[in-house]
């Protein structure tokens, strides 16, 4: 047991005890030019941890890359929900704002959740919708009605 604390204790500061043996001097360590051997000890010790981690951990370290690389590649809709999202879309162009309650209805008939119909909903006015001017006026005069009836 002796033997084995010994052989650590040298492993660990062996470097350190040679290079202050050899007198180097403040020049030389300030040079930066050479790697003395402290700074490669706990490289080399780094390097050996990293092994054994990998020589431990590695296959499952490789399945979790696989897993991760596999990430569900984002497709389309399916096209009966694409459908019947624009059905509801042509119908309410005016205003293809969906209730909560509508959301809901084409939730359960579509098959997506409400965050897909959501996103599909954002999606669409930004791509596809263009409010007419006369819709933009009312729009903001309504807000600026509910600002200056209030007297």
Same mark, same amino acid.
């Given at each position: @047991?002796?033997?084995?604390?010994?052989? +650590?204790?040298? #492993?660990?500061?062996?470097?350190?005890?040679?290079?202050?043996?050899?007198?180097?001097?403040?020049?030389?360590?300030?040079?930066?030019?050479?790697?003395?051997? +402290?700074?490669?000890? =706990?490289?080399?010790?780094? $390097?050996?941890?990293?092994?054994?981690l990998?020589? $431990?951990?590695?296959? /499952?370290?490789?399945t979790?890359?696989?897993?991760?690389?596999?990430?569900?590649? !984002?497709?389309?809709?399916? $096209?009966? %929900?694409?459908?019947?999202?624009?059905?509801? &879309?042509?119908v /309410?162009?005016?205003? =293809?704002? =969906?209730?909560?309650?509508?959301?809901?209805?084409? %939730?359960?008939?579509?098959?997506?959740?409400? !965050?897909? #119909?959501?996103? &599909?909903? #954002?999606?669409?006015?930004?791509? /596809?919708?263009? =409010?007419?001017?006369? @819709?933009?006026?009312?729009? @903001?005069?309504?807000?600026?009605?509910?600002?200056?009836?209030?007297?």
């Amino acid at each position: @047991m002796r033997n084995k604390d010994y052989d +650590q204790t040298s #492993i660990c500061f062996g470097a350190k005890h040679s290079a202050d043996e050899g007198g180097a001097s403040s020049e030389e360590d300030l040079s930066g030019g050479e790697i003395d051997g +402290q700074e490669a000890q =706990p490289r080399s010790e780094d $390097r050996d941890l990293k092994d054994r981690l990998l020589r $431990r951990f590695g296959s /499952h370290i490789s399945t979790l890359k696989l897993e991760f690389s596999k990430k569900k590649k !984002k497709g389309k809709l399916p $096209r009966e %929900a694409r459908q019947t999202l624009l059905d509801w &879309w042509s119908v /309410h162009y005016k205003w =293809p704002y =969906p209730t909560e309650a509508d959301k809901i209805a084409l %939730a359960e008939t579509t098959g997506l959740d409400q !965050k897909q #119909i959501n996103n &599909w909903f #954002i999606n669409q006015r930004k791509r /596809h919708w263009k =409010p007419s001017e006369s @819709m933009q006026f009312a729009v @903001m005069d309504n807000l600026s009605g509910q600002f200056f009836t209030e007297e």
